[in-house]
């Protein structure tokens, strides 16, 4: 059952991850609101969940939107417990090819639209009725990239070293007000078939990463103790390299 009192957002929802991410959370009996810019796109994946997932429009970057997306979701489904931040875009280039509107664009994505959608996320959860010592679940999606940056990822180095550092110091600020921050660096591509090149079929079953896991354990995290939380997560399969 859903559990109208208590929801789930997730920013940043397309056909892999943050797909998974809508179905794991809504079969663990939240309510879910499933967010991105194209409202019309995440629609075709809230419909196969049923009616306790929603889909909304909001661009990340933009801080009036991102309230408005917060404000929506607690009128429809409750409070905010869990929000996953799963948004990100970058143009893989050579430094001189990269153009100026194309750097910045990946950082408003990647590391700005965190940022907001974090901020809110702390603002609902801090508002609302405390639940035990534990208040709520912030999870940020990073990357390989979050760690090193590899020649022409510069795009997506920046932004996601960023939002690493965002979620450090998230954590140190708001873990002892009872709000769980965790950053997971997916170190590997995700399986989405809806992606050439993204595909089982072409690197191998093993060789790609099944959203199904990776959803299964951003819920883990979400059900950790506030006796021991996890502030950042490595997953990856077992034959990739690193």
């Known amino acids: 059952m859903t559990n109208k009192n208590n929801c789930a957002i997730v920013v940043g929802v397309g056909p892999g991850l943050g797909a998974a991410l809508v179905r794991r959370f809504a079969r663990a009996g939240l309510a879910v609101a499933a967010a991105a810019r194209n409202a019309e796109k995440v629609q075709g994946i809230t419909s196969g969940v049923g009616e306790q997932a929603r889909a909304y ?9 991102v309230k408005e997306l917060f404000d929506a ?11 996953a931040f799963n948004a990100g875009a970058f143009v893989r280039k050579g430094i001189l090819d990269t153009t100026a509107e194309e750097f910045e664009r990946s950082w408003r994505i990647a590391c700005l639209g965190g940022f907001l959608v974090g901020r809110e996320a702390v603002r609902a959860m801090l508002a609302a009725p405390a639940a035990g010592r534990h208040r709520g679940t912030i999870l940020f999606t990073g990357a390989t990239a979050s760690l090193r940056g590899g ?16 979620a450090q110091s998230m954590a140190r600020e708001v873990q002892p007000q009872g709000i769980h921050v965790a950053h997971v660096v997916i170190d590997g591509q995700i399986r989405n ?11 191998g079953e093993d060789a790609v990463l099944d959203p199904d896991a990776i959803a299964d354990t951003y819920y883990q995290l979400h059900m950790q ?3 021991a939380w996890t502030l950042e997560l490595k997953l990856r399969p077992y034959c990739e390299k690193f």
């Open 151 to 166: 020649a022409n990822f510069h795009n997506l180095a920046v932004g996601k070293f960023g939002l690493r550092a965002l």
């Open 57 to 65: 429009a909001c661009d990340a970057t933009d801080e009036a939107a």
């Open 225 to 227: 103790p506030p006796s």
């Open 73 to 83: 979701a607690a009128r429809d489904l409750g409070v905010p417990r869990l929000v």
């Open 193 to 203: 078939d809806a992606r050439p090149g993204y595909t089982a079929a072409e690197r």
